[in-house]
């Protein structure tokens, strides 16, 4: 057999038994022994840990005593984070969660015993959360509609604001339609809009939401491959992804968000066009720059944020509750927090809402410079950087070059280094940790003790996102932002030093995973490597189409290890 055949198989066997021991484990120890185990490990009294995640004591007793065996995913997650959990603890803790009789998590299984596998997805602390949302009732505070049906809705780490009618409007395209297009400009917020008009409806699709972004996906055909990975469906041999989602949610009331279908538009068109005719009991709810256009698409342009009309001047409380300005104050207040609309600054505020068009994300960049400036100046400053757009006139901008100027901006006001941290980010395909963020970004002028400051200042002016992946921090650039600092790299003639990099990095982390699979952290390499299957999967493409470029001959070595770190629906893995 071939070396790197070899090394397919045993890491593919490595995993699958890391499933297995999950599997044993939350078989073999109930959820309140371990809850009492690490109450206890934390010194806590019930009342004391009760206190901490915000919980009655009386629902943590019922839950050690195994009276309530099925608490919500919130509450996992509460517990977990009061008790300082690592992440294998999570997901062994997780896992005890019974799986009952009809629910999706056991259909799952079934299909996983005819070889429909159980995916490296579901064993995931997030994953293995949502095991645990189907069940019985516990006494905790009533779940809000996310706990209550099978879902993979990212958690939001900032505020949603405003959008009533947007949201109103959307639940009635849905009533009416199988198939919907949310459609607008980069950073109109459609991707936001459509998560939350997930949220609200979760409860009308017992068979779940998912959501799936696609912003990571490069290659069309790849992308039922995406949804049925984002499902924690595993594809079968000699069966198309498209066949295998098709047969999947045949009889399914499920609500399906496919995001950020722009560059993907044949692909997504196809997808959408096969299912729609192939389950009908299913209705998606797309996000794209530009509409699918095939039949039955009802496609709703997203509006901005709302503002007065230009020729009302309202009073402050009043102005206070368009949504435009409350996403302005609320962003402020996250960098300076004794920030708020006062008669003072009102005008001034309403005056640089108006000035970016209402689009969210230039607000939420606008917003980010109340640390250093004052709204005034603010305004001031985007009158230059607008007339310079403009030659000078003072007509309206469109959309995308208000956002264009703005980015423009918050990136002329980056420190050099912050500005190259930024532009190298850009390789990464569905974010990054800390850690790699260091191996991709360090090299000159930035050295690897710099880069968490600088991710930090990056996430301080909102030109990065940090989120709490359960398997640790994550950092994410948003599409729009991604697209300018890819440019930037480009201009800068660092790209493809910057892809060696992150391929160097993929090498490194597939090789550790290898060695680390055959340990005991079997189980958080799982997690890890799941959650950078694009990283791996955009590195082989790198590793592929520039062989020459890759220094030492990583790319012949190093093939295998990110061969073996794909799934084997990818067309890639073993
Ligand atoms: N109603 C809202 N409340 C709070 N924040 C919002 C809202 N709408 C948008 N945002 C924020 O504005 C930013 C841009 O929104 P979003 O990512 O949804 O835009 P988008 O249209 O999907 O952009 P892209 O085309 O780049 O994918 C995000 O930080 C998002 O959280
Ligand atoms: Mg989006």
Known sequence: ????????????????????????????ASFGTLLRKYRQRA????????????????GIADLERGVRKAPYLRTIRQLADALRLLDAERDTLAATVPRLGTSFASRQLEGAQQKQ??????????????????GAHDEFPPPRSLDAVPDNLPLQVSSFVGRQRELAEIARLLAANRLVTLTGAGGCGKTRLALQAATDTVDA???????????????????????????????????SAMDALAEFLRHRQTLLVVDNCEHLLDACARLADTLVHACPQLRLLVTSRETLSIGGEAAWRVPS????????????????????????AERARLVRADFALTDDNALQVLDVCRRLGGIPLAIELAAARVRALSVGQIAERLDDQFRLLTGGSRTALRRHQTLQALVDWSHDLLTNAERVLLRRLSVFAGGCTLEAAESVGAAQPISRADVLDLMTGLVDKSLVVAEDSGAGTRYRLFETIRQYAA???????????ARDQHLAWCLELTKDAERGLHGPQRRSWLVRLDGDQDNLRSALAWSIGSPGRCRGGTAAGGQPHLLLALPRESGRGP
């Open 487 to 497: 440019q930037k790299l480009l201009d800068a003639e660092e790209a493809a030093d």
């Open 305 to 328: 944020l709302a503002l007065p009309a230009s020729n009302q001047t309202p009073a402050t409380e009043e102005l206070a509750e368009y949504d435009a300005l409350r996403l302005f």
């Open 117 to 134: 596998r159980l995916p490296m997805a579901l064993t995931s602390w997030k994953r293995a959360s949502q095991l645990s949302v189907l």
């Open 1 to 28: 057999m071939l070396p790197a055949r070899k090394h397919l198989e045993s890491l593919w066997q490595a995993r699958v038994k890391g499933m297995r021991t999950m599997d044993e484990l939350a078989e073999t």
């Open 205 to 239: 699709y017992p068979d779940g939401v998912w959501f799936v972004d696609l912003a990571a996906v490069a290659d069309q055909q790849l992308v039922p491959t995406a949804v049925l990975a984002a499902m924690g469906i595993r594809e079968e041999h000699g069966r």
């Open 43 to 58: 010194g806590l009294t019930q009342t004391a840990l009760a206190e901490r995640a915000g919980l009655s004591r009386r």
